[in-house]
């Protein structure tokens, strides 16, 4: 069981928009900064998205990160099919149990 | 360019001690960051393991605190993890992260290529 809780697949049409939600607590996105991790099949993730909504240099602009309160959500648009990979939001958690989380991860079907 | 590589044995018996290691270049484990563990079981999500500073200072799960050990190399400029008393719910791919420091804050901005390490007997 994630601390963050995220839809376990979402899917949308090549050239669509879709977006991943997460969900945590006071703890941890209430209180910290969101980052949004890639991940393809076979191997490591990559960081899409730090600081809420800053993206790293070389990550298309078509990816996106927003928070409100203990929710975050990332937006994909114009979606494509190398765009299909797993996704993972993170954060860090505040109070006795202090460390980074993460949420249980999204897989994106382009259909 | 700050690049991360794991090392360790690919099987590890039961009960026994898991030893994996991350050699960084392109930079010295003395900046001002953060190095990490991060784990993911076969099919599953990722789970975070701990943190250490060059100092030594470091932070672990809580759920693994009692079987983890994270220490630094500044010599050799690399960074290890042993977790004893193992189990096949052990079994993952271990990665080493570094945390980069930004403007205050810690940034999850580079990964090893992961290593799977498998507890069989």
């Known amino acids: 069981q994630s601390v963050l809780t995220q839809p376990p697949s979402v899917s949308a049409a090549p050239g669509q928009k879709v977006t991943i939600s997460c969900s945590g607590s006071s703890s941890n996105i209430g209180g910290n900064y969101v980052s949004w991790y890639q991940q393809f099949p076979g191997t490591a993730p990559r960081l899409l998205i730090y600081?809420?909504?800053k993206r790293p240099s070389g990550i298309p602009d078509r990816f996106s990160g927003s928070k409100s309160g203990t929710s975050a959500t990332l937006g994909i648009t114009g979606l494509q099919t190398g765009d299909e990979a797993d996704y993972y939001c993170g954060t860090s958690e505040s109070g006795l149990t202090s460390g980074r989380v993460f949420g249980g991860g999204t897989r994106l079907t382009v259909l | 360019q700050v690049q991360l590589q794991e090392s360790g044995p690919g099987l590890v018996q039961p009960s026994g001690t898991l030893s994996v290691t991350c050699a960084v270049s392109g930079g010295s484990i003395t900046s001002n960051n953060l190095w990490s563990w991060v784990r993911q079981p076969p099919g599953k999500g990722l789970e975070w393991i701990g943190e250490i500073y060059h100092s030594g200072d470091g932070d672990y799960n809580t759920s693994l605190k009692s079987r983890v050990t994270i220490s630094v190399n500044k010599s050799t400029n690399q960074f290890s993890l042993r977790l004893i008393s193992v189990t096949a719910a052990d079994t993952a791919v271990y990665y080493c992260?570094?945390?980069?420091?930004?403007?205050?804050?810690?940034?999850?901005?580079?990964w090893g290529q992961g290593v799977m390490v498998t507890v069989s007997s």
């Open positions: 600081e809420n909504n």
């Open positions: 992260v570094r945390l980069e420091h930004i403007r205050g804050n810690y940034i999850m901005n580079t």
